[in-house]
């Protein structure tokens, strides 16, 4: 037997061995040490991250009055990997879609991952949701995701509310705290106090077993995190006197707010024509969207912030203080005016001539206003037209016109109070003169004013010199708000010019264009204005504070295309005047004509 | 009571050592896989590690019996015991019980045997015996043929019951064959037919054919081109591309597409992580997810949670991987390596052949398991439903590995004696 040079093949054999054992801790070295996506897959297979979605916060009036709370609604989720052996048509028949939308929804989520949940159909109803749970053990794969979603319970201030819709794309890649399918408010204090109210989402780490079966917390839970509910808003908001400005404004285009001056809180703040908040919640906010955004008096727009209009005669009061700062407007200053036949500038009516400042603000005279205008633009101790101007620009600024005030509202558009360039570029640079630009005088030109703005303006002349920024939160939570959020702001005129103006437009409640609107026992400080509109009819401007002592109230009212402020704008705030202070509103005649009247 | 004493003094403590230390970790490796918390009891027989723990008792209490057993009555009745096999082997297709596809059970009471595991030892034995007979000369047909009849006939029952992996496991036996004489170039043409096999399903018959004709020109180029060589290299060259264009032919039309499919995915053509890619997909995740140090004793989450099939027979080597990581598995593979060598060294100092060939027996055998087992659950070989020795849970295959294995060392410790 030749074994002799047969046993050496056993180092052939054993070569073998070695090297298939050498190939093969090599390959477990590259698996496990090296390659580390199976790690990952192994977490994908046994964790099922479920998102602990917390509620929003809810919302309050300064009452205690809930405006908004939240409904339960379930999303419903799928797990496309563990989606087998469904019975395809009766999952539809329940959920009452197509097998083809099903196979549609069922390929996007596919798309997007097999080992990850996504939305297969949102907000199921109750009743929906009822008969699925039932048969849940059939359909492997899905699940179901409790939401909630906004409910008005009285269908008021949706343009203040604002209304929360799912994060885009655009939102997910700014701030890593949203995922898809998150839910984020969008405009109104649902947007600015989005923070707040949203609270913070938790997150619950299962394992699950092959058959999606859960088998318990990941770690013992030591990666979990537990929902934090939204904090609760408390609003300065007066949900009576909200209502009852809306009901005024029906059939109305235009806008009222209303603010407490001793603390820039907004009392009522609304803007018609409106819509029902819960129009734009849930699986009908699309659709309901769509008809909003096409409706031709514009429901979506929020005319308290972004209505720009001219203010007036409510502006020539501006004027005057800073006419009498500046020093060429004093108490015994007088001015004559021809009525209608005045040049430049034409009065409305005929009056008392010569006139003071007093009477001029009550009998609103557009000639005594232009020669106001015209001394603090040609004031001998600046150099020039321009230089009084930009001293003219800084003081009206200073009274929160031509810039935007820093509420807590959502997107309040700045308003125009034209700059010396701006006049420079139209006119040439040194060849524009007060009579170039004399319709600032009385309000109208290129002046351009927000409600909010002109409410403003009626707390900084309630205050006689300051006004504080208004707002709509007064609570956060358990918390006040921060006071320094909302600074003071005080006029660079002496509050003793204020006295004067405060006079002048006691007298037009009592003698001028408000004398018919007089609330009982209340005096009303107040001026009218009517806002040229080159696109149609004026629009109807009123800007009022009561009580004259100690007021507790301002408020500033548009009424679009209705003509003199004096006819509608007027009456209105009157009578939210007398409903904030007296709780109930005398003049019932009144009240009934404003609320009938359909001006589109 | 010399008889005692020769035992402890002859025996191979370094294999028991070695077999030992893989049971255990076979157990508790399986404790791992199946571990819930509610039954925590280490003898819980409702449980696979309970049972388990039976199966090694039992398997230990064989061992000992072989090694008290007289040495040569192994070699006496190697026949016999093949011949009982034999019969076994066609009476479970008779009147077997069928358990997830393969009619290869015995069913008594709870417990089933598989008499295909015994097979093994049986065919080792009856190698053992052919070749250690006086009549042996490697140049004659009856030596080429007979040996090829008793490892095929038991391979090809085993392959009626349906059990094609456990009849691959015969192909092992080629190690044994080459020990005693086939030519080293059937052990390089057997490679080379996988090399070419493999290449014809990835890559497709029509390439490997052209690769082949340009090879052989090359070859022509550096031989000696006289007549002779040339007319071999032409036969090599024809039965090479035959060779390719019958695995094409038989891949299209025998195989079924479940089997294609296995193929596919192995091969990385296709990716089915649901079908027949799934438990090699899931194997590679929990031996791949261990990384360096592996997640810890019964922290495994993929072989816990059922992700990986047959976590406690086949896949048992996933939860090494998972919950030792590469250091637990290199441990594993280096012990089995050591084992083996381990075999061979032991059946080189053999006196008699039949003591040397039958431990080439076992080290085929193990080697077969071992690098089908672990290559299938890191993805080097296709999916052969084959246990680990000592490792995977199962009462027949353990039983027959320790039999196996204790003859072996029984007839190293009487190699003197027997002289
Ligand atoms: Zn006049």
């Known amino acids: 037997m030749a074994n002799k040079s047969l046993a050496s093949r056993k180092q052939t054999v054993i070569t073998i061995f070695v090297v298939v054992g050498f190939i093969y801790l090599l390959r477990l070295f590259y698996l496990q040490v090296i390659d580390d996506s199976y790690t990952l897959s192994a977490n994908n297979n046994v964790l099922r991250y479920v998102t602990q979605y917390p509620a929003r916060g809810l919302i309050y009036d300064r009452n205690g009055k809930l405006l908004v709370y939240n409904e339960a609604v379930y999303d419903l989720m799928v797990l496309p990997r563990q989606v087998k052996d469904i019975d395809t048509l009766e999952f ?93 408010g969008i405009s109104g204090i649902e947007k600015t106090y989005e923070e707040e109210l949203r609270g913070i989402k938790g997150i619950k780490i299962k394992m699950v077993d092959v058959h999606n079966r859960e088998v318990g917390s990941f770690q013992d839970g030591l990666h979990d995190t537990i929902a934090e509910m939204g904090k609760d808003l408390y609003l300065s908001i007066d949900a009576t006197l909200q209502e009852y400005g809306e009901r005024l404004m029906q059939g109305k285009m235009g806008s009222i707010v209303a603010i407490e001056p001793s603390t820039g809180e907004i009392l009522a703040f609304l803007s018609s024509p409106s819509y029902n908040p819960n129009l734009l919640v849930g699986r009908v906010r699309g659709k309901n969207f769509g008809l909003l955004l096409q409706d031709p008096v ?124 701006s006049f420079d570029a139209i006119y040439g640079k040194g060849r524009w003169t007060s009579m170039t630009v004399r319709s600032l005088s009385i309000g109208q030109g290129e002046i351009l004013t927000t409600p ?141 004509d404003m609320i009938n009247k359909r001006l589109y | 009571m010399s008889e005692r004493n020769n035992i402890l003094n002859e025996i191979d403590w370094k294999l028991v050592a070695l077999y030992l230390l893989l049971i255990s970790m076979g157990w508790i490796n399986i404790y791992a896989a199946v571990y819930n918390e509610d039954h925590s009891s280490i003898i819980d027989l409702s449980q696979s590690y309970g049972r388990q723990m039976i199966w090694i008792v039992t398997s230990l209490f064989l061992g000992l019996v072989v090694l008290l057993t007289d040495a040569r009555f192994f070699s006496t009745f190697a026949y016999l015991i093949y011949g009982i096999i034999i019969l076994l082997l066609l009476a479970v297709l008779a009147f077997g019980t069928e358990i997830s596809g393969s009619k290869s059970w015995f069913q008594i009471g709870d417990f089933a045997i598989q008499p295909s595991e015994f097979g093994k030892f049986a065919t080792t034995l009856a190698l053992a015996k052919f070749f250690s007979g006086q009549h042996i000369n490697v140049k004659t047909f009856r030596t080429r043929f007979i040996p090829l009849v008793i490892i095929g006939l038991p391979a090809l029952l085993i392959l009626l019951q349906n059990d094609t992996g456990s009849a691959l496991v015969y192909s092992g036996f080629i190690l044994v064959l080459y020990r005693m004489g086939l030519s080293g170039n059937f052990l390089l043409a057997g490679v080379m037919f996988i090399i070419m096999a493999l290449s014809t399903l990835m890559v497709g018959y029509i390439y490997v054919a052209i690769a082949l004709v340009i090879l052989a020109s090359l070859l022509l180029l550096i031989i000696k081109r006289n007549r002779r060589n040339i007319v071999n290299l032409a036969a090599l060259l024809m039965l090479g591309i035959g060779f390719v264009f019958s695995v094409n032919y038989a891949v299209d039309n025998f195989l079924g597409a479940h089997q294609k499919t296995r193929i596919n995915v192995l091969l990385g053509k296709e990716l089915d992580l649901r079908g027949a890619g799934y438990n090699v997909n899931q194997s590679k995740i929990a031996i791949g997810s261990g990384g360096f140090a592996g997640k810890g004793f019964l922290k495994g989450t993929q072989t816990k949670y059922n992700f990986v099939p047959e976590q406690s027979t086949d896949f048992i080597f996933c939860t090494v991987g998972e919950e030792w990581g590469f250091l637990g598995s290199m441990v594993v593979v280096v012990l089995f390596i ?82």
């Open chain 1, 452 to 592: 909010l703005q002109l409410a403003n303006y009626g707390a900084l002349l309630a205050n006689r010199g300051y006004y504080i920024v208004p707002h709509v939160v007064k609570q956060i939570g358990e918390k006040a708000v921060d006071e320094k959020k909302f600074k003071k702001v005080i006029s660079d005129i002496s509050p003793s010019h204020y006295e004067i103006i405060v006079e002048g437009m006691r007298q037009v409640a009592t003698l001028g264009t408000a004398r018919w609107y007089q609330i009982k026992d209340i005096t009303m400080c107040g001026k009218t204005g009517t806002a040229e509109n080159p696109h149609g009819k004026d629009h109807s401007l009123f800007m009022a504070f009561a009580p004259a002592d100690n007021p507790v109230i301002a408020i500033a009212v548009v009424v679009e295309n209705a003509g003199f402020g004096s006819t509608w704008a007027l009456p209105i705030a009157s009578l939210m005047i007398e409903k904030y202070i007296n709780g109930e509103v005398s003049r019932t005649q009144i009240e009934e």
């Open chain 2, 338 to 419: 050591l084992l083996l060598i381990r075999v061979i060294i032991v059946a080189e100092r053999q006196r008699s052949d039949f003591s040397r060939i039958y431990g080439y027996g076992v080290a085929s055998v193990l080697f077969f398991h071992f690098a089908i087992n672990i290559g299938m659950t890191i993805g080097l070989v296709p999916v052969i439903g084959i246990p680990l020795p000592f490792f995977s849970y199962g009462g027949s295959s353990l039983w027959s590995f320790t039999i196996l294995l204790f003859i072996f060392i029984k007839q190293d410790v009487r190699r003197n004696a027997l002289l």
């Open chain 1, 298 to 421: 514009k429901p979506l727009l929020n005319r308290a912030l972004m209505g720009q209009y001219p203010p007036g005669s409510t502006f020539k009061m501006v004027n005057d203080l800073v006419g009498l700062q500046e020093g060429v407007l004093t108490t015994s200053t007088h001015y004559s005016c021809q009525g209608p036949g005045s040049t430049p500038i034409r009065c409305t009516h005929n009056h008392q001539s010569p006139l003071d400042v007093y009477t001029a603000i009550q009998q609103s005279c557009n000639p005594f206003h232009w020669q106001v205008y015209r001394s603090i633009l040609s004031n001998p101790r600046y150099k020039g037209t321009r230089e009084n101007y930009e001293i003219w620009r800084d003081h009206v600024m200073d009274m929160g016109f031509g810039h935007k005030l820093g509420s807590d509202t959502d997107a309040e558009l700045a308003g125009n109070i034209p700059s010396a360039e």
């Open chain 1, 92 to 184: 539809c028949r329940i959920l009452d879609i197509t097998p083809e939308g099903f196979r549609q929804r069922l390929r996007k989520a596919k798309d997007y991952s097999r080992y990850k949940p996504s939305l297969f159909e949102k907000q199921l109803s109750k009743e929906t949701y009822g008969y699925l749970e039932e048969k849940m053990y059939r359909f492997p794969g899905f699940f179901v995701q409790p939401r909630t979603l906004r409910k008005y319970p009285t269908p008021l201030g949706a343009h203040l509310l604002g209304y929360v819709g799912e994060v885009n794309q655009a939102m997910i890649d700014k701030n890593p705290y949203y995922k898809s399918g998150d839910y984020v």
